[in-house]
């Protein structure tokens, strides 16, 4: 299973911008999703930002229009930019390459959740 290490996030005010990134090491198994997750305290993980292999994307309606998921393949790297924050997206974000959809909802087959990086929206 793959280390992933999120990084980028900080404290931000109502309205700015960040941009997150993640590596990992080695290639991805190209057989589940990328994406990033986040959770909130007191709050279940949340699938935000899901990129497919083929490169179409999926969001989660809280987030449609303020975030952008990106990858470089070449470098292995996952990105996502937010835009427009907004207090409610204050959480600790991570990146996955194993995810899979059912039911519905997007799962990860890992546990290892990796490093994720704390984004805090204050007014």
């Known amino acids: 299973q793959r280390h992933l290490v999120a990084s980028g996030g900080g404290p931000v005010q109502s309205g700015g911008s960040l941009t997150l990134s993640c590596e990992g090491s080695?290639?991805?198994?190209?057989?589940?999703?990328m994406g990033w997750l986040r959770q909130a305290p007191g709050k279940e993980h949340e699938a935000v930002a899901v990129?497919?292999?083929?490169?179409?994307?999926s969001y989660a309606d809280s987030v449609k229009g303020r975030f952008t998921i990106s990858r470089d393949i070449t470098k292995n790297f996952l990105y996502l930019r937010i835009d427009d924050l907004k207090p409610r997206d204050t959480a600790m974000y991570y990146c996955?390459?194993?995810?899979?959809?059912?039911?519905?909802?997007?799962?990860?087959?890992?546990?290892?959740w990796g490093l994720g990086t704390q984004v805090s929206v204050f007014s």
């Open positions: 996955a390459t194993d995810l899979y959809y059912e039911g519905g909802t997007y799962y990860r087959a890992g546990r290892d």
């Open positions: 080695g290639a991805p198994n190209k057989n589940y999703l």
């Open positions: 990129i497919y292999t083929d490169g179409d994307t």
